[in-house]
T-cell receptor, first 111, second 115 residues
Framework: QKEVEQNSGPLSVPEGAIASLNCTYS??????FFWYRQYSGKSPELIMF????GDKEDGRFTAQLNKASQYVSLLIRDSQPSDSATYLCAVKDNYGQNFVFGPGTRLSVLP | SAVISQKPSRDICQRGTSLTIQCQVD?????MFWYRQQPGQSLTLIAT?????????ESGFVIDKFPISRPNLTFSTLTVSNMSPEDSSIYLCSVDIQGAGNEQFFGPGTRLTVL
């Protein structure tokens, strides 16, 4: 069974700090990796995706992928209170159409 | 991306009744997905709905309980049948956009409470 693991948190960081969110996955055939942000009472919204080893940057967000270690992370620089949300890691392989979501990490950015 | 709407946004239902949730997309998409998110939990895929074929259900979900229709490329419905309090959850539809990452985009969700 394909599994995606995340620390449930809550992860608390002070405003302006770097928040680091981690995700591991069990299926070595996984090819695409996604980070979603979900505010309380809202639906998930896509932050970014990555499918090559290394780093991918988009504004304050950096996704890091290490397929050998089956590990993907999301860094949020200059964290803001508005970044407080649950962050969901999702994994997809090239053979299926389905995403497998992790349990999510709750981030709290303290002003 | 895609603009996705769901109806109703929320409902409170009695045990034993059924509720049909509608999902409308502003563009034609091949694949639509229905998820359930129970309080404090992550997303669990119920089924995948392709136009012109039967929905494919995940382990633990059956057609009699969660019948799905997909009459065209922009619309789908999910029915929650013979509801019990355990069905209280947020139900989300999503679509798979064949973009650079084949990412999924979500509708706003339907919050269901069963008394």
């Amino acid at each position: 069974q394909k599994e995606v693991e995340q620390n449930s948190g809550p992860l608390s960081v002070p405003e302006g700090a770097i928040a680091s969110l981690n995700c591991t996955y069990s299926d070595r055939g996984s090819q695409s990796f996604f980070w979603y942000r979900q505010y309380s009472g809202k639906s998930p919204e896509l932050i970014m995706f990555i499918y090559s080893n290394g780093d991918k940057e988009d504004g304050r967000f950096t996704a890091q992928l290490n397929k050998a270690s089956q590990y993907v992370s999301l860094l949020i620089r200059d964290s803001q209170p508005s970044d407080s949300a649950t962050y969901l890691c999702a994994v997809k392989d090239n053979y299926g159409q389905n995403f497998v979501f992790g349990p999510g990490t709750r981030l709290s950015v303290l002003p | 991306s895609a603009v996705i709407s769901q109806k109703p946004s929320r409902d409170i239902c009695q045990r034993g009744t059924s509720l049909t949730i509608q999902c409308q997309v502003d563009s034609q998409v091949t694949m639509m997905f229905w998820y359930r998110q129970q309080p404090g939990q992550s997303l669990t895929l119920i089924a995948t709905a392709n136009q012109g074929s039967e929905a494919t259900y995940e382990s633990g979900f059956v057609i009699d309980k969660f019948p799905i229709s997909r009459p065209n490329l922009t619309f789908s419905t999910l029915t929650v049948s013979n509801m019990s309090p355990e069905d209280s959850s947020i139900y989300l539809c999503s679509v798979d956009i064949q973009g650079a990452g084949n990412e999924q985009f979500f509708g706003p969700g339907t919050r269901l409470t069963v008394l």
